[in-house]
Structures are given as C-alpha cells and as structure tokens.
C-alpha cells in the first residue's frame, strides 16, 4: 500500500511514517519545502504523480494564538490546502484521513463530547479546521476524520518540553487548572491511523489517550515522572489570558474506536512514561 503522508516535518505526520514503514508499507512523507499544499497545482501535480492508495493528512496551521492574526495564512493551509488535497485524492481514488481537533467542539460543559456531539468551533483556528471537515466529507467518499488534543511527540516541541525546560529555571510554576481533556502521543495516535487507514471503517472518530486531566494535572505528572521538583499552582483560565480562547472542556469520548473494532490509545500516564523514556534515548 502506498500512503502519502503531509506534514512529515512534524510530530504526528513523521511518527506516523515510521510506524507504516515499521508495517512494510510504501511511505512518502512531505514537509512545505516538497509540497506546498497551498498551491492547487502543485498538489494536483504531486499527488497524480505520486498516485497513492491513501493520503493521511496531518499538515496543518495549529499555532492557536497566531491563527487570530494570521487569518488568511491559517485559511489557506487548513482550508484550501485540505481541499486541493481532498480533490486530488478523489482523482486517484486514494483513501483519505483528515486531522482535526477538539477545537471543533463547543468546549463547554463537563460530559465527553461524542462524534455526533453538535459542532461549534472555538476560535479561528476551530472555525478552518472544521472548514476542512466540511471540505472532505463534501469531496470525498472514501474518507476518515479523526480528531485529537494536547499533541506531543518526539518530533517537534509541546507541552512536556515546554515544563521540563521551564523546570531548569523554576521551583515554582503556575499551570491552567480548569481546562479538561487527554493529551495525545503521536507514537500511539500513529499505530491507530495505519491500523486505521487499512480498512473501510470511513467515518469520524476521537482518538487520543485514555483518561482526562487539566493542564495542571498534567504538569504535576510530567514533574513526578521526571524527578523535577517544582510546585504546580493551578490557576483559572482568565487568571492566565491568552490571544485565542481555549475550550474548557476537551473531553472526547472514544466508545466509537472500540465499536468499530480499533484498539484504544494506553492512558496518557503510559503514554508520558514511553515519551519520557524516548526523550533520554534521543539524549543518547
């Protein structure tokens, strides 16, 4: 099976080549500077050229803050990218999974959001990316859409690295403490979308770790793990002002994983503890 696979330069998009190689798959992953997903040619080019049997498409604009500035960069790369790939995938006939987020949800209230749940985009970048559910359901047939949170992974920056740096210079640190929802490793993530991208199982789906946590919450575990000692004071969200609103409530349901017969991601205290332990391999 050949599978094209956008944004290898990040986290999720480079785990997932390594596990469909790790399957013996025929993987092909693009970053920008191979493919321009906002270039509608280029990627009719590319993707005719390349003829794949699947595109798993994790290229995105995901800086939330940014998003409410750079309004048109965000379209363009989360909208039009999605579309002229979705387009492009229908000419091959090639199978199609879109990344998308929580951030399509309306972010409130406490229960786990189905994915049947009423969609209501927190925030610009909410808005593209459900933009970019509507492109693909509307192009294609052969498609898949699976929404995730809290991202980390070997391959770029997130929230772990951000805590482990920070605890170098900080006995102390203040954390959001009423935000709820699971972090997704993208070494888990990327065994479920080649299990995933294998079968006819089209639909939307939740997939990130097991168990919900606030950002506060995760911190505290990061340090635990980690032997950092650094106090974590929980704060509100409006005690910590941010350019973007946030959901306060991230919380997926993922029943439909276990339904259609996929394995469900390990809890994210398993998932911290592999990621914790691939960073000190990395290190050496």
Known sequence: MKILVTGYTGQLGFDVVEEGLEHGLDMHGVGPDELDITEEQAVSNYVNELNPDAIIHCAAFTAVDKAEDNKELCWNVN???????????????????????????????EIPFKETSEVNPVGYYGLTKHEGEKAVQELLENWFIVRISWVFGINGNNFINTMLRLSETHSELNVVGDQYGSPTYTFDLAKLLIDMIQTEKYGIYHASNEGFCTWADFAKEIFKQSNKKVKVNAITTEEYPTRAVRPKNSRMSKNKLEQQGFNRLPSWQDALTHYLHQLEVEVK
């Open 79 to 109: 909208v039009n990218g999605t579309k002229y790939l979705a387009g492009a995938a229908k000419k091959v006939e090639a199978r199609f999974i879109y990344i998308s987020t929580d951030y399509v949800l309306k972010g409130t209230g």
